[in-house]
């Protein structure tokens, strides 16, 4: 039995020692040189510009997106102020075709008064027309004075003295002061 147990520690260690002289070369400090070691280094560096890439990448198409959204957002605020434009144009073109039938119809209107005044001066007698006639050129007349007048005052008083005294050499009636100044 001690010669069995002997044999059998014998085969034991022939047989670890078998197995170390196997795997003692997975345990010997790799060189430089290993080609394995070259290997991973070699994929370790395009491993981090691979993921440098693909950070830039990602920053980019982030950018890309962010600048899409900016440009969609102001689209659908150009396109809503053009849909606000275009109300405000057929307010306005509705607005112009009001006035333009208003303005017609007073054109037809002043026609209408003009052509009445024109028949009722055929039958007026001709001293009733003259005084009329008399009436409107004194009060055309008396307008342009005011307005000359209140000129004249804007230059000041010796030109307005000026006017005065051309106005009665003249034989205008010259308007009151207060009524100038109104």
Same mark, same amino acid.
């Given at each position: 039995?001690?010669?069995?147990?002997?044999?059998?520690?014998?085969?034991?260690?022939? #047989?670890?020692?078998? #197995?170390?002289?196997?795997?003692?070369?997975?345990? %010997? =400090?790799?060189?430089?040189?290993?080609?394995?070691?070259?290997? +991973?280094?070699?994929?370790? /560096?395009? %491993?981090?510009?691979?993921?440098?890439? &693909?950070?830039?990448?990602?920053?980019?198409?982030? @950018?890309?997106?962010?600048?899409?959204?900016? =440009?969609?957002?102001e689209l659908r605020d150009l +396109?809503?102020?053009?849909?606000?434009? =275009?109300?405000?144009?057929?307010?306005?073109? @509705?607005?112009?075709?009001?006035?333009?039938?208003? &303005?017609?119809?007073? =054109?037809?209107?002043?026609?209408?008064?003009?052509?009445?005044?024109?028949?009722?001066?055929r039958h007026l007698d001709a001293e009733i027309m003259?005084?009329?006639?008399?009436?409107? @050129?004194?009060?055309? +007349?008396?307008?342009?004075?005011?307005?000359?007048? #209140? &000129?004249?005052?804007?230059?000041?008083?010796?030109? /307005? %003295?000026?006017? &005065?005294?051309?106005?009665?050499?003249?034989?205008?009636?010259?308007?009151?002061?207060?009524?100038?100044?109104?």
């Amino acid at each position: 039995m001690l010669r069995s147990l002997v044999g059998s520690e014998m085969c034991i260690r022939d #047989s670890l020692k078998g #197995s170390n002289v196997k795997f003692k070369h997975q345990f %010997n =400090k790799v060189g430089q040189d290993d080609e394995v070691l070259l290997q +991973q280094k070699l994929l370790k /560096t395009k %491993n981090k510009e691979l993921q440098t890439i &693909i950070n830039r990448r990602n920053n980019e198409v982030k @950018d890309v997106v962010q600048t899409e959204l900016t =440009k969609m957002s102001e689209l659908r605020d150009l +396109q809503r102020s053009r849909g606000e434009m =275009k109300e405000q144009l057929a307010v306005m073109q @509705d607005s112009e075709v009001a006035l333009r039938s208003e &303005i017609d119809q007073q =054109k037809e209107l002043i026609a209408r008064c003009d052509l009445n005044v024109n028949k009722s001066r055929r039958h007026l007698d001709a001293e009733i027309m003259g005084d009329i006639l008399l009436t409107e @050129d004194v009060e055309k +007349q008396q307008d342009v004075v005011a307005v000359l007048m #209140s &000129i004249a005052k804007m230059h000041g008083q010796e030109v /307005t %003295n000026g006017f &005065i005294e051309s106005l009665e050499n003249h034989g205008v009636d010259v308007p009151e002061l207060e009524t100038v100044n109104a």
